[in-house]
């Protein structure tokens, strides 16, 4: 595809449901990331992965939250009985993953739990 | 621990008139650091990378290591400049990234 694509681009539910966010990096990139954002605040690291392997789970918030990309490419970042707090803007990006690269970025999730 | 700082919020400056957006990081190693740039209703994409030296829509950023700093400057602000700008820091891993808070821009008729 011509960039990262994200689905669903907006997300509404209700406290303690499960949603399931979606991303599809570009063809070819190694490293996928997955980031939220608070209104106001800059993109916080949830996590990343190489290929398939998830390689830093550090700045997911809690056990509620948990990302696969299973063959390597696409990736679903997964929240379970959502609370008000997870309420966000959820961002996916990618890169080559060639040291120096930068990242795509995907327009985003806007999630909001009520 | 707050890997990069952008100490302002909001940043108001006339057309034609300099611009300089702060950034200062925190990274003992040897950091990447990047601007990126987010117009309204687009997605954030990246504006430039110290590594590459480069001018980019008549902006620079300079490393001072010194300062740990790596303020985003353009002499001559554009209306189009209006957006909201991030400082992202690039472990030396090439993996893992921190952004600042974000600056929101506004360029004055």
């Known amino acids: 595809g011509a960039g990262v694509s994200q689905s669903p681009r907006y997300k509404v539910t209700k406290r303690g449901q499960d949603v399931a966010l979606r991303c599809d990096p570009i063809s070819g990139h190694v490293s996928l990331y997955w980031y939220r954002q608070a209104l106001g605040q800059g993109p916080e690291f949830l996590t990343y992965f190489n290929y398939e392997a998830q390689q830093d789970k550090s700045g997911l918030p809690n056990d509620r939250f948990s990302a696969e990309r299973p063959e390597g490419s696409i990736s679903t970042l997964t929240i379970q009985r959502t609370e008000q707090r997870d309420s966000a803007m959820y961002r996916c990006?990618?890169?080559?993953?060639?040291?120096?690269?930068?990242?795509?970025f995907g327009p985003g999730t806007r999630l909001t739990v009520l | 621990a707050q890997r990069v700082t952008q100490p302002e919020k909001l940043l108001s400056v006339f057309k034609g008139a300099p611009v300089e957006l702060k950034c200062n990081y925190s990274y003992s190693g040897s950091p990447e650091l990047f601007w990126y740039v987010q117009y309204s209703r687009q997605r954030l994409q990246l504006l430039l990378r110290h590594i590459s030296r480069e001018s980019i829509k008549g902006f620079t950023a300079d490393l001072n290591k010194g300062e740990t700093s790596f303020h985003l400057k353009k002499p001559f602000a554009q209306e189009e400049d209006s957006a909201m700008y991030y400082c992202?820091?690039?472990?030396?891993?090439?993996?893992?990234?921190?952004f600042g808070t974000g600056t929101s821009l506004t360029v004055i008729p």
């Open positions: 990006a990618s890169s080559s993953g060639l040291a120096g690269s930068y990242q795509f």
């Open positions: 992202a820091l690039s472990a030396n891993t090439g993996n893992q990234f921190y």
